[in-house]
Structure formats: C-alpha cells, structure tokens
C-alpha cells in the first residue's frame, strides 16, 4: 500500500524557535517515516518580510541546515525550496481567480496585519493562495504546522473544494495535524512565542543566549509555580516530574528557572552541534536542496498539467 503525503514547511525568516519546532517540526522528523514526505523551505512566503540578497540567502541556508540538524532524512523527505518549484506560483494565480477578496479579507494573518500597516502588500493579501497551492500540488493528505496555520489549510481545504466545484474533482482535501500539547508553545512572557513579540528562544541558541532568555521569563506565579517557567518545561520533562520538582521548589523561582535552564540546554546542545558539523560542507546542503527540487518539480509538474487540463488551458 502506498504512504500517505505529507507536506509542510517554515518561512526562512530569521532563526527558527522552539515554537517553531514543537509545533511543528519535530513532527515532520517524527513522521518522516509513516508518510511520503515534501517539506518545505517557505521563501516566496518569506519575501513579504525579507526583502535583502544577503538575508534571503543566509536565512534559506540557515532553515535547510536546521531541518538536517533536527534529524530530516533526505533520503526519506523531499527537502526543497518552493522557489524552485515554479508550479507553486502559476497555481497561486489560478486560485487567485477563483477566490474572492472579501473572502481573503476575512483572513486573521490579513486582519492583523492591516491593523499594524495599512500598506501591506499584495503578496500578504494573497498568502494564502500560494500556501493552498503549495499544499495542493502534492496530494498533500496531512499538513503538520502549529495552531497560527489553521485558519490557512481551512482556506486551503475551501479552495480545492471550489476548484472542484467548478472544473471537477482533481484536487485532494487536505488535513491538519495540530498537536494539543504544543498548538500554541509560549514565549518568555507567556504571550504565544512569535519573533515579532521577542519573546523567543532561538532552537540553536547559544548558552549565554539560553541563559538570558530563561532568567528573563516573566514569573507571573499561581499557586506558587511560576506558570511561564512551568509552561515551557512541559516541552522538555514529563508532568509527573515536574509536579515533585515544582513542589519540591515551591516559591525558589530562580532554582526553578536554572533547572530549565539545564534541561533546556541538554536538549539543545546536541542539536547545536549536530548543525555545527553540517555547516563544515554546504556543499552538500545545496545538493541535497537542487536535488529535492528535481524531485519537487516532477511531482508538483504532473499535478500543474492535469490542473490545466481540468481549466482547458492544455
Ligand atoms: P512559520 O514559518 O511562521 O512557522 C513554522 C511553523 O511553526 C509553527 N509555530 C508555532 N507552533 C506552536 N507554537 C508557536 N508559538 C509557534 N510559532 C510558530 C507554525 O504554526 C508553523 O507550522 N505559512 C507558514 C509556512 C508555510 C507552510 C506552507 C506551512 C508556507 N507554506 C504549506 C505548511 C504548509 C508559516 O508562516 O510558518
């Protein structure tokens, strides 16, 4: 029997969290082996923020070391950059079509955004659109992303229904999979943990940086357990041995901050230097990512041309 699909991605956009990578990334290494894998490296998604040569290049580099760094396997994932992929472009178009304004202006990402900048761009507005198509174009049956996503495979869902609708059944209604536990992961003052709130601890911090952002989380206390600290050890220790350790240390909020600060740092410090290692031949990384676009490119083709059948443009 044949796997199941499985796609999702990250935005290169500066150094991923470990928001980023509990709820979400750490699924796509533990899925790797029950699913047909395509992850993606989001770069189009991220020109709407990055817009420098230099940061583009580094952070798209930067986001391939972490998924090998994490544990991808690229013999079993396809890693790509969607760039690459030009299918994903052409296809946002033809949903561009189909879809109307008022409803993408019911989008949350679109809402927030507006309420910060009236001058967002086109590119902000029509994010979902490329994000349906990026999903779309490879079956995808299961999408793994964080709860800030859902609303977009909602959309994705609610476009391949009208495609289907309107030119007949060839696009695959995708589910998502947000894990309870870690849907929403918070940032050092307790706020979800977002890059534009700086409230983030970096998944390949350095120590000095760990220690800094730990000592730095806000202890709003209830019941005596410092909840922010309590919130984020969940990621990295059992409930049961918090509890004792929690009671044990009830109101000593620094000894319960450098006990995370510990865990924190057992958990990334083989990571860091996994990456560490890969970054002595980027060579290798850059092949790895030419050859999951070979691979990206003639899945996501074939999807395109039965697409433009279905439209009548072929
Ligand atoms: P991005 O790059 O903003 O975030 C990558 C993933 O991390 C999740 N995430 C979180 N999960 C739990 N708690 C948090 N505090 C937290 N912060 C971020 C996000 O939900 C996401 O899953 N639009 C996507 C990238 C994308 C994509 C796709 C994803 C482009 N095309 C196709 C899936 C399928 C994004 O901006 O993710």
Do not use: C
């Not at 790797?32 to 770069?43: K, L």
């Not at 299961?142 to 994705?156: A, M, R």
């Not at 309590?230 to 109101?251: I, N, P, Q, V, W």
């Not at 990571?271 to 050859?291: C, G, N, W």
């Amino acid at each position: 029997m044949s796997k199941k699909i499985l796609l999702s991605g990250v935005k290169p956009t500066g150094r991923p969290h470990i928001g980023n990578y509990f709820g979400a990334m750490k699924q796509f290494v533990d899925l790797q082996n029950e699913y047909e894998a395509y992850v993606m490296i989001a770069d189009y998604h991220a020109l709407n923020l990055i817009q420098s040569k230099k940061e583009m290049e580094e952070n798209i580099l930067g986001v391939a070391l972490d998924y090998l760094a994490i544990g991808l396997d690229p013999e079993k994932v396809t890693i790509f950059k969607q760039s690459d992929v030009s299918a994903h472009t052409e296809l946002a178009w033809i949903f561009d079509t189909l879809t109307t304004m008022p409803y993408l202006m019911r989008a949350h990402a679109f809402k927030d955004a507006e309420a910060k900048n009236k001058d967002i761009s086109v590119g902000t507005f029509n994010y979902p659109m490329l994000m349906a198509a990026d999903i779309l174009l490879y079956d995808a049956d299961v999408v793994p992303v964080g709860q800030d996503q859902k609303q977009h495979i909602e959309i994705t869902r609610d476009t391949a229904q009208k495609f289907n609708n309107t030119f007949g059944e060839v696009l695959k209604l995708p589910e998502h999979i947000i894990l309870d536990e870690v849907a929403v992961v918070p940032g050092t003052d307790g706020q979800k943990m977002s890059k534009s709130y700086k409230n983030t601890i970096p998944l390949f911090a350095t120590d000095d940086e760990l220690e800094k952002a730990v000592m730095g989380i806000v202890t709003d206390s209830s019941a005596g357990i410092p909840i922010n600290v309590y919130e984020m050890h969940k990621l990295f220790r059992s409930e049961e041995e918090l509890k004792s350790l929690y009671r044990e240390k009830e109101g000593k909020y620094k000894e319960l901050k450098e006990a995370l600060l510990t865990d924190i740092k057992a958990f990334i410090t083989p990571l860091r230097e996994k990456r560490a290692e890969l970054e002595k031949d980027i060579s290798y990384v850059t092949k790895m990512l030419e050859e999951g676009g070979l691979r990206a490119n003639a899945v996501a083709g074939s999807k395109l041309s039965q697409i433009k059948k279905a439209i009548g443009v072929l």
